[in-house]
């Protein structure tokens, strides 16, 4: 815990930015859900049958995983992308449900009479409604105004993979890096959130139950109380509207080199700095940056070549990146000097099995692969230069259908045990860590894949400047340097930050 405190103290401004983003993600969808939730609720009350499509949508919708929604959203124009946009999209779909079900709950569960009464007054529909049915029906819906915010709590940690910020953040930094500490200090905050969200929502509900007399009352101060936290956390999480954004992909290595792009601007150029770091895979990253939603991030040529424009497999690494380079040209972006090192797969089975089997090339794994698990990446096993190729170039067999698990948590499992051989990454700080072996690619299978920095032309072109802090980081980088930045990281657990900082104030 001692560790975890630490982190917290010495994170606490990074700590605000991400409170303040997550309840401003949660505040703001829970509020248009109930803009658009309540009247779909009375309607639905009113006539359930011409009503019952949009609920049934509305169940469909709460049945799909969050972070299926998400992937789903990133193509699809205005509401989709990388960012907060797709992230309160989401939200607010998922608390739709909800507070539909209360409303229309509260509404049927008035007393006939009351309404009769209300008729015999004189009172017209819209009068009987809004003095008399939603006051009473207020508790109800307010129960499910409580259940949407707290899904929206859990749910929001998930918007930290498209770039929306939040606490999960540090939850998908804490994996990538396999750091328990790192883990904690975001889910720990987030499940206090929603026990304070769930609590305070229950104390409103409470009180409109005693107080049914003036129940509106209690709800505009619920209502101001509301706008004044999503003012405050509008203004802590801001960001300079002229900031550069810094993305990467989800795992360790990447967020080293987001982070080394972003200080390096910052050091060279004093230009603000945006990072949505923890992306996604490949093609996660590559859509932001076609979007416009991040200005730049790190790929890898051979990922760029196979992956990314669908080329065949070539071998030569000054062939490969200027092949790259071009058909980055042609859609408006810019390939950079290489970094300096070429982070190829990796073939990784345990030392102690490489030692006693002799093992020292993917060809003499052949021989153990019937008996043998695997575990890949998902990006791994469906990619050109990926498994299916690799088993037809080696003759690869093994006993059942290779897993499919985070590339991060690969590294752990092979050591563990769960699985006998892994395609990992050749600086990955973990092989030395955990004492794998790294199997020699004697087919010349993989292509290379030299890290370099991607970004938008117009972006380049607007701050030479920057360009010119960029182009200084060329060939600085080697995998010796890579290792031992992604060892600090992973095996040290030592924080990003400071570990790309030490690096960049080397001499």
Aim: charged share 20%; hydrophobic share 50%; aromatic share 6%.
């Amino acid at each position: 815990m001692s560790r975890l405190f630490t982190f917290w103290l010495t994170h606490r401004a990074e700590l605000a930015v991400l409170l303040s983003q997550h309840v401003l993600l949660v505040a703001i969808s829970t509020l248009v859900a109930v803009a658009i939730g309540l009247p779909l609720g009375i309607f639905a009350a009113r006539r359930p049958r011409l009503a019952a499509p949009l609920v049934g949508l509305a169940n469909i919708v709460q049945t799909v995983p969050s972070l299926a929604m998400f992937g789903f959203l990133l193509p699809v124009p205005f509401i989709g992308g990388v960012g907060a946009r797709a992230a309160i999209m989401v939200l607010i779909l998922y608390g739709l449900l909800p507070i539909v079900r209360t409303t229309i709950a509260g509404l049927n569960g008035i007393d006939p009479s009351i309404r009769e009464a209300g008729v015999a007054m004189g009172m017209r529909p819209r009068d009987l409604l809004w003095l008399v049915e939603l006051p009473l029906a207020l508790p109800s819906i307010v129960a499910g105004i409580r259940v949407a915010a707290v899904v929206g709590v859990g749910s929001a940690t998930i918007a930290a993979a498209i770039g929306a910020g939040g606490l999960g953040e540090y939850i998908y930094r804490g994996l990538s890096m396999v750091d328990s500490t790192v883990i904690l200090a975001g889910a720990i905050p987030a499940a206090l959130l929603a026990l304070a969200v769930d609590g305070g929502l229950l104390a409103v509900e409470r009180l409109l139950s005693r107080r049914r007399k003036r129940p509106m009352g209690v709800a505009r101060a619920t209502v101001a109380l509301i706008a004044i936290v999503v003012l405050l956390s509008a203004l802590v999480a801001r960001r300079s509207p002229s900031a550069i954004v810094v993305g990467s992909k989800n795992f360790t290595e990447q967020n080293i080199l987001g982070e080394l792009v972003a200080q390096t601007i910052e050091r060279e150029t004093g230009m603000a700095v945006e990072r949505r770091l923890n992306l996604g895979g490949t093609l996660i990253c590559d859509g932001a940056l076609r979007s416009g939603d991040i200005d730049m991030y790190v790929e890898y040529t051979g990922t760029a070549l196979t992956a990314i424009f669908h080329q065949p497999v070539i071998n030569d690494p000054q062939a490969v990146f200027a092949t790259v380079r071009d058909l980055y040209a042609r859609t408006g972006r810019a390939l950079l000097p290489a970094l300096g090192f070429n982070n190829t797969f990796a073939i990784l089975v345990r030392g102690e099995d490489a030692r006693a089997r002799g093992l020292k090339t993917i060809d003499d794994v052949a021989r153990e692969a019937p008996r043998w698990r695997a575990g890949f990446g998902y990006e791994f096993l469906e990619r050109p230069d990926g498994y299916p190729g690799l088993a037809a170039a080696y003759g690869l067999h093994f006993a059942e259908t290779p897993h499919v698990m985070d590339l991060s948590l690969s590294y752990r499992a092979l050591a563990s045990r769960q699985v006998d051989l892994i395609a990992g990454d050749a600086t990955a700080g973990l092989i030395r860590g955990l004492d794998l072996v790294q199997l020699e690619d004697t087919r010349h299978y993989f292509p290379p894949y030299d890290a370099a920095v991607v970004a938008r032309a117009e972006m380049l072109l607007r701050y030479p400047r920057m360009r010119a802090a960029l182009e200084g980081l060329s060939g600085r980088i080697s995998a010796d340097d890579m290792r031992a930045m992604n060892y600090a990281a992973d095996v040290e657990h030592k924080d990003v930050v400071q570990i790309v900082r030490d690096f960049l104030s080397r001499p």
